[in-house]
């Protein structure tokens, strides 16, 4: 394992890394697939939904073309704007991780593949705005929904500063942290299986957010 360093740039996950929303995504996309005339799975069978870019998603779990894809995210936001994101819960131990970074002068970062209007409507709803210095999400018509990207333009913000790292619970946090050069932590408690997660050679690997707090709050 790789020597533990002082990250100056912490760089979060949404979805499945600081909050868990399975009920609200889960049933927004069955309320999506409802008006696509789709069979809808139970929630358990969406959860792959669960952090990639929804388009990209949709795509490859139902081989949509691009109108039907969407259409499929147009009904998807539909419910989920008005209810889907208030589904959602903060993992335990979260706001106590981000105080204690805050604390020491970090800068917080969420960089999410969500919109950032939904990533910001959540953060404020949940109290959670306040600890961060921006939210970095895809836009609504799809564009920047990358991992790659939304780690490249969170780290725009801090121009000479490497000492960076991404925190995240699926492969491509990991994949976009090591397109970025900079390390990251995988973490297990949310919608990554931990072969996804082993595969994609995080820096760290951490199975709760205690962990995770012990690994960053150095």
């Known amino acids: 394992m790789a020597s533990m360093a002082v990250y100056r ?5 949404l979805d499945g890394t600081l909050t868990d929303p399975k009920i609200g995504i889960t049933k927004s996309l069955q309320y999506a697939l409802q008006k696509l005339g789709i069979d809808s799975p139970s929630p358990d069978a969406l959860t792959a939904f669960i952090g990639p870019p929804l388009h990209v998603t949709f795509s490859q779990q139902y081989h949509l073309d691009s109108h039907a894809v969407s259409q499929a995210v147009s009904y998807y936001r539909e419910y989920f704007s008005s209810y889907g994101l208030y589904e959602n819960h903060v993992y335990e ?19 999410t593949s969500k919109p950032s209007i939904f990533a910001e409507r959540i953060l404020d709803y949940f109290g959670l705005r306040a600890f961060f210095d921006t939210v970095i999400g895809s ?7 990358g991992k790659t990207e939304i780690i490249a333009q969170a780290l725009q913000c801090y121009p000479g500063m490497s000492d960076a790292v991404m925190i995240g619970d699926r492969a491509h946090d990991i994949v976009g942290a090591h397109n970025n050069g900079i390390d990251s932590v995988a973490v297990t408690y949310g919608y990554g299986s931990l072969s996804e997660l082993r595969e994609a050679n995080p820096t760290f690997l951490a199975h709760t957010v205690k962990e995770t707090e012990r690994l960053l709050a150095q």
């Open 139 to 145: 836009n609504l018509d799809g564009s920047r929904s």
């Open 9 to 13: 740039v912490i760089l979060f996950d």
């Open 93 to 111: 131990g979260i706001p106590s991780l981000l105080e204690a970074l805050r604390v020491t002068s970090r800068h917080l970062v969420v960089a």
